[in-house]
């Protein structure tokens, strides 16, 4: 997968660092309906992303039926990027990304359990690439249901560092 999620170097960049990944932020689209981001006071509230990857939604399905933990582990990597990707339209600079707390929506089945295995790829990305900015508070929690049949979703409030 990658690296431990504490060597990240301290001095190089989050950007860098991302890159030393493999990884890239996506562009996101836009939706009439609601905004990625709302700044209130000094919090940035990032709507709840799904894992998409170039407008293709990366799988369907209810983990510990359909989705396996690692597939879903994968899944939460991609959506907390596009978490990122509007912390970024909203405070300009990825080094500027300070993460407050993640929430993370795992559509599983009532027996599944593992919802924080699922979340903790997606934290452990955001403290590989930000570092100390990207430790945060975090939830997890099972549903019956997401948006259109995906395993995962992840909502974020950020600060500009």
């Known amino acids: ?55 293709e939604l990366l799988g369907q399905g209810t983990v510990g039926r359909d989705v396996e933990l690692q597939a879903a582990r994968e899944l939460a990597r991609h959506a907390v990027l596009n978490a990122l990707a509007a912390a970024v339209q909203a405070v300009g600079d990825l080094d500027r990304v300070r993460i407050v707390q993640m929430l993370v929506f795992v559509a599983s089945t009532p027996d599944f359990g593992l919802q924080s295995r699922v979340a903790d790829a997606a934290s452990e990305l955001l403290i590989e690439v930000l570092g100390e900015n990207g430790r945060h508070a975090r939830t997890a929690i099972g549903v019956a249901g997401l948006p259109l049949n995906s395993p995962v979703e992840i909502q974020m409030v950020c600060t500009a560092a």
């Open 1 to 55: 997968m990658s690296r431990p999620a504490d060597s990240a170097a301290p001095t190089s960049s989050a950007t860098h660092r991302l890159q030393a990944l493999g990884l890239d932020l996506p562009s996101l689209g836009s939706n009439p309906n609601y905004v990625d981001h709302r700044a209130v006071g000094s919090a940035i509230h990032i709507a709840g992303q799904l894992p998409y990857r170039d407008g």
